[in-house]
């Protein structure tokens, strides 16, 4: 397959150079094609960013799960068959995060900004987009989309935003702990000893408790209440669904004894933020608090009496669209298919599934260079497939954003064991894969794996290499 010299001679602009951006812009060059890459920082931040790197990681330093069973562990398999950027610089920066693939922050973004700004392929601008460039545009520029080329995608839509509030964690210096309180472990002794934990006695926790929900929160405005997004509530929104609930949530203790083999009455873990481990970020603590209250309350907490914050939690609009009135089944509007969106606009919510969104983009607008006709779309029964129907085929009124999760794939349609049901998901999505790239014509090659319930032969180690797409 040969890319059209026609499209070449015009390049695709990326606005944004976030973790869906820098995904784009990245899998457009490295497939032939030219690239203008639009960032607005340093010149003009977002109330999350802080320094001028793409794929800056705003809240949390974890791309979540890398079990290969586990849907976001098989989304990164797939997005790495196509030579993944993000992916591929979160190995080079983890830290120790148990199951999951967390990174230093910088580094992962350090390394992202230097491949993108060394590629011959994309000329890269520093200045805020404010209408849409001619020619063709992937739009990926996230929850936090400057305001004057939000409202010039609410004119373009003709319909209302949606939009809900999210907040996000404090992080903590590692040399202000104390660590005769902490103990080293991960839940159930999955991955080692990667996080610091903080056990709480029953009166420890009643008295944080108190102190929680009786703290001073920045109000929200009348037309904001009620718009938190259920898997990122504040602690304290959290606390006030019931004295207990911390204990099943954040909090929650079981399967993590501490060394005196005692028994918590509830746990606060800690992650380790970058590679030199001065910094760590407090597992599921965002809050909108106020930030004076926010180190009272939480110097409360058994180990951080002297704790020094690095960032507070901050509450922050989350902008995205209402996908499946507006996009079609290749990320285009159907009012404008020139325009095409990626990232957390399209009411995916994630950094993994973010870049995802930007990886598929480009996916798709590679083939168009190719061919007259439309792309077929990616199985939906495959986890870059299922987050793509997830955005355009859930029915309007019932729109929420998600992060990947089995719930948005094909069922099964077969009887099979609890146990093996996710392996069974991993191997049909591998398999779905690897015959789709062919047909498309992607030279992709699956990294084999073994997985704890069953082993997958058919799709361990595929290939699918009919055709020249390099990745
Ligand atoms: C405060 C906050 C905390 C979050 N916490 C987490 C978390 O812990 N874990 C998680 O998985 N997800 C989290 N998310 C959600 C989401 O995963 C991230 O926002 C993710 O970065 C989204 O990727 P993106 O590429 O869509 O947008 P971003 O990564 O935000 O990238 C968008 C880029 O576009 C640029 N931009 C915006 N407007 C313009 C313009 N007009 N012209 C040029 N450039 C522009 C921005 O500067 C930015 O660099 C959080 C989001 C926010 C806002």
Not at 312 to 329: E, V
Not at 365 to 378: F, G, H, Q
Request: aromatic share 8%; with cysteine.
């Amino acid at each position: 397959m040969t890319t059209d010299t026609r499209t070449l001679a015009h390049p695709i602009h990326v606005v944004g150079a976030g973790l869906a951006g820098s995904e784009c812009a990245y899998q457009l060059a490295s497939r032939g094609q030219r690239v203008v890459l639009w960032e607005m920082r340093p010149d003009r931040s977002t109330p999350a960013h802080s320094t001028p790197d793409f794929a800056e990681l705003v809240c949390s330093n974890s791309l979540r799960s890398d079990d290969p069973h586990h849907a976001a562990g098989l989304l990164k398999r797939e997005m790495e068959a196509f030579g993944s950027l993000i992916i591929g610089a979160a190995r080079e920066a983890a830290v120790p995060a148990g199951s999951a693939l967390a990174v230093d922050r910088d580094l992962f973004a350090a390394s992202v900004t230097k491949t993108l700004e060394e590629h011959p392929k994309i000329e890269i601008r520093r200045t805020e987009v404010v209408d849409f460039p001619e020619g063709k545009v992937v739009m990926a520029t996230g929850p936090l989309t400057s305001e004057a080329l939000a409202t010039r995608l609410g004119d373009l839509l003709g319909s209302e935003y949606l939009y809900f509030y999210d907040a996000i964690a404090p992080i903590v210096e590692a040399d202000s702990l104390d660590y005769d309180i902490l103990f080293r472990a991960s839940r159930y002794g999955k991955g080692g000893d990667d996080y610091l934990n903080a056990p709480m006695t029953k009166e420890q926790y009643d008295h944080f408790y108190d102190e929680l929900v009786k703290a001073t929160v920045l109000e929200l405005r009348d037309f904001e209440q009620n718009l938190f997004f259920e898997g990122c509530l504040p602690i304290e929104e959290i606390a006030r669904r019931g004295r207990e609930t911390l204990c099943f949530g954040p909090m929650k203790p079981v399967g993590l004894t501490p060394p005196d083999g005692s028994r918590p009455w509830a746990v606060v873990q800690l992650r380790q933020e970058n590679l030199a481990q001065t910094h760590y970020n407090l597992v599921g603590f965002q809050s909108r608090m106020s930030w004076g209250e926010q180190k009272r309350v939480l110097r409360l907490i058994p180990g951080l009496g002297s704790a020094e914050f690095v960032r507070l939690g901050q509450i922050h609009r989350n902008t995205f669209i209402n996908s499946p009135t507006h996009l079609d089944k290749h990320y285009r509007l159907k009012s404008e298919p020139r325009l095409r969106l990626a990232g957390q606009i399209t009411g995916v919510e994630g950094y993994l599934e973010s870049a995802a969104t930007g990886l598929l983009n480009a996916l798709y607008l590679s083939l168009e260079a190719s061919s007259s006709s439309a792309p077929e779309p990616l199985p939906a029964n495959t986890a870059l497939g299922a987050l793509a129907r997830h955005l355009t085929e859930t029915p309007a009124k019932r729109f929420q954003p998600a992060n990947i999760n089995y719930g948005l794939f094909e069922p099964l349609g077969l009887r099979i064991k609890k146990r093996e049901r996710r392996a069974a998901y991993a191997q049909r999505a591998q398999q779905e894969l690897v015959s789709w790239a062919s047909r498309a014509g992607f030279d992709i090659t699956l990294a084999p794996f073994q997985t704890q319930d069953a082993p997958l032969e058919a799709a361990s180690g595929a290939t699918a290499s009919s055709a020249n797409h390099s990745s």
